[in-house]
């Protein structure tokens, strides 16, 4: 009987749905319920997405052996989200469902976090205690005469059966002291005993209940202001609002591009419309680039909203994250905050979803599945009949493609709040300051007067170089040879702690101390060349001596807390110079920053990758943005070699529509995204040969087809990576569903393939 049927994903790699009987006796679990299936030799737990087919397998259908949840464990809704994601990104079913599912959802039972709470008895008065205490102080008088021995005596008390030792009635007067028990953890720092609660409950003294205690993830992440007073909105926000709250009351699947510039003041806009939806009895969505970098946006939910605020994000220990997804799955909360992953939070009845800053790309997942959280975000919307609000200075080509489009609704902030005025920005061309200091130039001389300006006002400045390191390379003066590293095609990073030297590779983490000698010729001529984050701070404390200096990128950052600390101390004002990667780029509000330097604007550039500019215009665009968001006016100075690329010219002018129409026609003409669509397939092999080998001939597979075309395959940008050897293709096209099924069926003929390689849907980098 087909009905009996359930297909079931499990959390296996490159296996597709599989099919499974509900024996007669057991329920018919429904979609998203847990249950334990055989699996091979195995047994292994599974999520049933759903009722299956009549079988067309030619293996016997097996039984699940168990159900282990009356109901969805994940809600069906965001079994169908998955299931989205496991068809567009051809990932595994089993693949996309562990990305909604909380830590250990899969393996431990569901009270694995659960904390022990004791309590003393609320029946029983002080004063009985103070009896129990004193017939206890008799008994320890006899332990004096060391009448006996071992750490319980007979209480000789009115019942005369309670028997009361002095870490008993400590315990006792401990929990008398709070009314709420004391949960196991906090029992177990005062040194007392699982075994002593064990006794005082068996003497019917305390009760012992299993609470939920959800860790805190405030705690080290976001610390709560008190609640704003609230503003009045400025006429632009008032306007927005005139847009977006019908479309939230429209209980329809919308998407809004919000479309702000930096420190227009989208986020007030966000909290309005959160609060509309929240009044209305749905549950709101807030998902952003990465929580530690602009706890600003989360905080003040948090004070806006209070304690039905949830939030998600990296720094969380599993425990927390598991705890959060609980709550969030009870119905304790109706507003959920979280970067990527929080997409598939299981909140119920969404009627919102934002996502800010939308052109961030760490919305990108870059392991299988390789999803964006903002565009699961969109297809969540769309499943649920919810408002889709994206926001950002600087929208993606694609997102404002479809805005113009029509697609989506546009809604645009184009003045600051308050009618601040947006940073006057101004460009140092490089090779000018090289002509007249010589040789390699890390500050120019603008930018030394600015910052030397800003330390006598007590101003802050914020300076910019996305790349981190003291030196890009090693070269060899005599033979030319660069120091690689072994297991990948790209030369080692020099890094520098006081006078330690170490070349490191940023893809594998292989580390070796610079040598004194060329590798290849023994010439003694090792030159570093190209400068990083670690070059800029040097530079900079030289040239200012007494400024308190900090730096911030992920090597400053690896402790866990450590960038909230930074970040904090710059609110603080304990800092007067912050140097950064992009980190710094976000979307910071710190008022008291009214400069920004970029060292180098070029970084990005030379990329062979042709979002290469609209990444450039991004990252000049929101670093400008840091600068002036208080009362006093802010300026930036962009130092670049090539002052005339468009990226950077249309940044300075902070003019996203010209850049926007010059890059779209760029794309039209070289038929790039958003123009068509891409997909990405990696193959990775022992030897180069061997990858390009089985590249072609899954490419051949493939074939190319009505509505795309098969460009390659060649050796990938990093030829080796961590030991092994690459090579690609592209598809590209109008029709993602003729590539994804061409793509679909080629793969099902070399499942042996599947371990050696990667797919990538809408790939965000071309490296
Ligand atoms: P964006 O995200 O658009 O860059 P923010 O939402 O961070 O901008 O707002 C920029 C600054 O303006 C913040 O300090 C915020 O508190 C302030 N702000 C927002 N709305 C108003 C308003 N209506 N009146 C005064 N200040 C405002
Ligand atoms: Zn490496």
């Not at 096209?733 to 371990?755: D, H, I, V, W, Y």
């Amino acid at each position: 009987m087909s009905s009996r049927l359930v297909s079931v994903a499990v959390p296996v790699p490159a296996l597709g749905l599989l099919t499974y009987r509900i024996p007669d006796g057991l329920p018919m679990p429904a979609p998203g319920a847990r249950v334990v299936v055989p699996l091979g030799r195995r047994s292994i737990t599974g999520v049933v997405v759903g009722i299956a087919g009549a079988a067309d397998q030619a293996y016997a259908i097996k039984d699940i052996t168990t159900v282990l949840d009356p109901g969805a464990f994940v809600p069906a809704d965001v079994v169908q989200l998955t299931e989205w994601v496991s068809d567009y990104y051809l990932a595994g079913p089993g693949a996309a469902l562990s990305a909604a599912l909380p830590p250990q959802g899969l393996t431990a039972r569901v009270d694995r976090f659960k904390t022990v709470r004791v309590a003393a008895l609320t029946a029983m008065g002080l004063d009985a205690v103070d009896r129990l205490v004193a017939h206890t102080r008799c008994a320890a008088d006899d332990e004096m005469q060391g009448s006996v021995g071992g750490g319980f005596r007979r209480a000789r008390g009115a019942g005369g059966d309670a028997t009361l030792g002095a870490r008993q009635r400590e315990t006792l007067l401990l929990l008398h002291g709070s009314p709420d028990g004391l949960s196991a953890p906090d029992l177990a720092q005062r040194g007392i005993a699982g075994a002593t609660i064990t006794r005082l409950k068996g003497l019917g003294l305390v009760s012992i209940r299993n609470d939920r205690v959800d860790r805190d993830p405030f705690s080290h992440a976001v610390s709560a202001p008190a609640a704003a007073p609230l503003r009045d909105l400025t006429s632009e926000q008032q306007a927005a609002l005139a847009q977006l709250l019908p479309l939230a009351a429209a209980k329809e699947f919308r998407v809004a591009l919000v479309h702000g510039v930096t420190g227009s003041g989208k986020t007030e806009v966000y909290l309005r419309v959160a609060e509309a939806v929240r009044q209305a009895g749905r549950g709101v969505l807030l998902l952003v680039p990465e929580i530690a970098l602009t706890p600003q946006v989360a905080a003040l939910f948090r004070a806006r909203f209070g304690a039905a605020v949830a939030i998600q994000h990296s720094g969380l220990s599993d425990g927390e994250r598991h705890d959060q997804w609980h709550r969030i799955r009870r119905g304790d909360v109706d507003v959920v905050i979280g970067t990527r992953s929080a997409v598939f939070a299981p909140l119920a009845n969404p009627g919102l979803i934002i996502v800010d800053e939308e052109h961030d790309t760490s919305y990108k997942q870059d392991e299988t599945p390789r999803y964006h959280g903002r565009d699961v975000a969109i297809m969540r919307g769309k499943f649920a009949g919810a408002l889709v609000m994206i926001g950002s200075a600087t929208p993606t080509l694609e997102s404002y493609a479809n805005a113009l489009a029509g697609r989506y609704t546009l809604v645009s902030l184009e003045r600051r709040v308050l009618d601040r005025p947006l940073a006057a920005v101004s460009v140092v061309n490089m090779r000018e300051e090289i002509a007249a200091a010589g040789g390699e130039v890390v500050l120019s001389r603008p930018l030394v007067t600015a910052i030397g300006d800003r330390l006598a006002k007590q101003e802050q400045s914020l300076i910019l170089l996305n790349r981190r390191g003291f030196a890009t390379a090693v070269f060899c003066r005599q033979c030319g040879a660069s120091l690689d590293c072994p297991n990948c095609s790209v030369s080692l990073t020099v890094h520098t702690r006081g006078s330690d030297w170490r070349a490191r590779c940023h893809y594998c983490n292989f580390v070796r101390p610079v040598p004194k000698t060329c590798d290849s010729c023994a010439a003694p001529y090792m030159e570093r060349v190209g400068f990083g984050t670690e070059r800029v701070e040097a530079e900079i404390r030289r040239a200012f001596p007494d400024a308190r200096v900090a730096r911030v990128d992920r090597d400053t950052v690896r402790r866990k807390g450590s960038l909230v600390e930074i970040l904090a101390s710059v609110a603080r004002l304990d800092v007067d110079i912050v140097i950064g990667t992009q980190m710094i780029a976000k979307g910071h509000d710190f008022p008291n920053v009214t400069l920004v330097g970029v060292i180098s604007a070029d970084v990005g550039l030379g990329l062979a990758d042709f979002r290469s500019a609209e990444r450039t215009f991004q990252l000049l665009t929101q670093v400008a943005g840091r600068a002036g968001r208080g009362e006093r006016p802010g300026e930036a100075i962009i130092q670049s070699l090539m002052p005339e690329h468009y990226s950077i010219g249309l940044a300075c002018a902070q003019d996203y529509r010209a850049f926007y129409a010059k890059e779209a026609e760029f794309r039209r003409a070289m038929r790039y995204p958003p123009q068509v669509a891409m997909v990405n397939v990696v193959v990775r092999g022992k030897t180069f040969g061997q990858a390009m080998d089985d590249a072609r001939e899954l490419a051949a597979a493939t074939g190319g087809g009505k509505g795309f075309v098969i460009l390659g395959p060649a050796p990938a940008p990093l030829t080796k990576l961590r030991g092994e050897h690459r090579a690609q293709f592209f598809l590209k096209g109008t029709s993602r569903k003729a590539m994804r099924e061409a793509l679909q069926l080629s793969l099902s003929r070399k499942p042996e393939l599947s371990k050696r390689l990667s797919v990538d849907v809408d790939p965000l980098s071309m490296l």
